[in-house]
């Protein structure tokens, strides 16, 4: 009982009657119809699902890149379903890691100043930010390759200096979009397990994908179907 | 804490660095319209201030008398084919007051010969006063003596570009020329004066009596000058010149002058707003350029925004601001149009600078175009860069994370 008292103090994410819906002209199309969710702290989570399951939408909204149409957010205590486009930016740049399927990286820029660019729309101090930019892409193995441009890179590395870029300011969750979508296997083993080590220490992941084995990797399991969870549950996948 | 903007200034410069040829073919507007105007309007203030030691080589401080043109029924004449000034008024008008010197004129063009050679020039008849007024020195022989004068003596004092064209290299005093074939000794070449409105140095000059008679056997005169060391006075002579002549024309009240007083200083005034003028109508034409390279630079900085949306998305996913994005645009913009405007100074005044080494006109660079157009160029630099940065600021996170 004690623990699941913790995980009730150390939730992260809650949703309370999330909906989305778009319109086309006057004709509603719901794309999430009541989504109840709780996240605690340091759980990796999939979010799986049929193409068209509303996903994404799903994703954009924990992301705080959209807002619900109706129901509740509450991410690490704040309700942030009806904030403005700033304040949600700065919870992008404070709370949330994004990692995305085709990267995302800036390609003007060298591996070290994309995972800066974060820092300074955080206001991190100048000389600060090269330091823990360079500790967080030693961490992810490429502190031989901090000057190296994107274009120079192999996608495995790619993503992984794009996982750089998404811890560097110590978010609250890492928000992880088809991260392997792109990669051949080797990269996504190698992609999959700077997770897992994510995991081990505590950081909270949501993991978008349609692959069972990439989705193998997470402790929970969320499947969406037709715009609401239809199964939701704990250890190996059916 | 750090400050946006100075951030903004950093990732701006990078993104110019990093897309040289974008960033140079956005200047190119900015830089040919500052150059123009700074080049155009240098070129009319180089035209202004040539005209204007014209006419004070000319002498600022002087009145010519010309006579007027025929009124009666019938054709209007040109201006001084009446024959109404004579040597009376000159005469009378030396008797004015505050007036330092006067000098009645008359010249005629004709063809002069010295041997197989022969020119068509202007020949004045003058006299002492006229060659003081006019500030005419001699670079070798003499001026005409009294008795020489009282004589109708046939002498000739020449200018550089009628000795070149007669005598070459020749030196000219002492020799013979034949005007209206009559004989005509020179006796003086005169110290070159160069170009004002005309040729100052395609000219001849005889004694006053010797064209009225011999030459043209005219009794009247073509023109009289009048000089004063008091500029302050002049509208005053032109105004006693005025009322003297109409009293000895016996003009009645009603009736137009037949004579036309010119004053120099008006002439200066007349010429000055004109070339004011022209030089406002060069700076609008470069103006225009200027604006067309500004509107340059809101196509590029549209296509940019269009070229960076996935950029923009990822900024904006990684915490940029509506404002952080906007500050970031426009500071691109701006930093586009002020090294733009830079270049275009420097460009402008090398081309204000080389145009007297390359032609004979003068241009005179002043700080007000050079202030002004870089002024402008950073003013375009951001209201054309306002409408890319809106819409890059405004840009939903998730469209531009997929668009592709």
Redesign the interface.
């Known amino acids: 009982m004690m623990g699941a008292d913790n995980m009730e103090a150390k939730e992260v994410i809650r949703l309370e009657h999330i909906g989305k819906s778009y319109y086309i002209g006057k004709q509603e199309v719901p794309v999430l119809t009541d989504i109840n969710l709780v996240i605690a702290k340091g759980d990796f989570v999939s979010i799986m699902g049929p193409s068209g399951a509303g996903k994404s939408t799903l994703m954009n909204i924990l992301g705080c890149l959209d807002r619900p149409t109706r129901g509740s957010y509450i991410l690490n205590g704040k309700e942030v379903a009806n904030q403005t486009d700033d304040e949600l930016a700065y919870t992008r740049n404070r709370e949330i890691g994004f990692v995305f399927q085709s990267f995302n990286l800036l390609p003007k820029l060298s591996a070290l100043d994309n995972v800066i660019l974060p820092m300074i729309y955080g206001n991190v101090f100048r000389n600060e930010r090269v330091e823990r930019a360079t500790k967080m892409l030693e961490m992810v193995g490429l502190g031989n390759r901090i000057n190296h441009m994107p274009a120079e890179m192999s996608g495995g590395q790619r993503q992984r200096v794009a996982i750089a870029r998404a811890l560097v300011n110590d978010p609250s969750i890492i928000m992880a979009d088809e991260p392997t979508g792109n990669l051949d296997s080797k990269s996504t083993r190698e992609v999959m397990e700077i997770f897992s080590h994510l995991y081990s220490m505590g950081k909270t992941i949501i993991l978008v994908t349609h692959e069972d084995d990439v989705a193998s990797y997470a402790s929970r399991h969320v499947i969406l179907s037709d715009g609401h969870i239809s199964q939701d549950f704990r250890g190996a996948l059916s | 804490?750090?400050n946006?903007y100075i951030?903004s200034v950093r990732?701006a410069w990078?993104?110019i660095v990093?897309?040289k040829l974008r960033s140079l073919l956005t200047m190119l507007g900015i830089i040919i319209g500052v150059s123009a105007v700074i080049a155009l309007v240098s070129f009319g203030y180089g035209v202004r201030s040539d005209v204007e030691s014209n006419i004070s080589s000319l002498g600022s401080n002087q009145i010519t008398i010309i006579p007027g043109s025929d009124n009666g029924p019938g054709a209007r004449g040109a201006a001084g084919s009446m024959q109404s000034l004579t040597y009376k008024d000159y005469e009378a008008i030396k008797l004015l007051p505050n007036i330092d010197l006067v000098a009645p004129l008359v010249s005629k063009s004709y063809t002069v010969v010295n041997g197989n050679k022969n020119w068509q020039t202007t020949v004045y008849g003058a006299t002492d006063e006229y060659m003081e007024i006019s500030d005419l020195t001699l670079q070798s022989g003499r001026y005409w003596t009294d008795e020489e004068y009282n004589k109708r003596s046939r002498v000739a004092i020449i200018g550089q570009t009628v000795a070149t064209n007669l005598f070459g290299d020749e030196s000219p005093v002492g020799q013979k020329i034949r005007i209206n074939n009559q004989p005509f000794t020179v006796i003086g070449l005169l110290t070159a004066k160069g170009y004002s409105f005309m040729d100052q140095d395609d000219r001849i000059f005889c004694p006053f009596t010797t064209v009225q008679e011999r030459l043209l056997g005219i009794t009247y005169v073509n023109s009289i000058v009048v000089s004063s060391e008091n500029d302050d006075a002049l509208s005053q002579i032109q105004t006693d010149v005025t009322n003297l002549l109409r009293t000895r024309h016996r003009i009645s009240a009603k009736d137009d002058d037949d004579f036309t007083v010119r004053n120099s200083q008006e002439l200066l005034e007349t010429m000055e707003s004109t070339t004011q003028t022209l030089t406002i109508f060069l700076g609008c034409i470069a103006a225009i350029s200027l604006l067309v390279g500004g509107i340059g630079i809101m196509n590029i900085m549209l296509v940019s925004v269009t070229e960076r949306t996935?950029?923009i998305?990822?900024?904006?996913?990684?915490?940029?601001?509506?404002?952080?994005i906007i500050v970031q645009f426009l500071i691109e913009s701006v930093t586009v149009s002020v090294a733009g405007g830079l270049i275009g100074i420097l460009v402008g005044c090398g081309i204000a600078k080389l145009i007297p080494l390359v032609t004979s006109m003068t241009t005179v660079i002043s700080p007000l175009p050079v202030i002004g157009s870089f002024l402008f160029s950073v003013i375009i630099g951001l209201v054309f860069g306002i409408y890319p940065a809106r819409k890059a600021a405004r840009l939903n996170?998730?469209d531009a994370?997929h668009y592709e």
């Open positions: 804490m750090t946006i951030e990732m990078s993104s990093s897309n996935r950029e998305g990822v900024r904006k996913a990684l915490g940029a601001t509506y404002h952080m996170p998730i994370l």
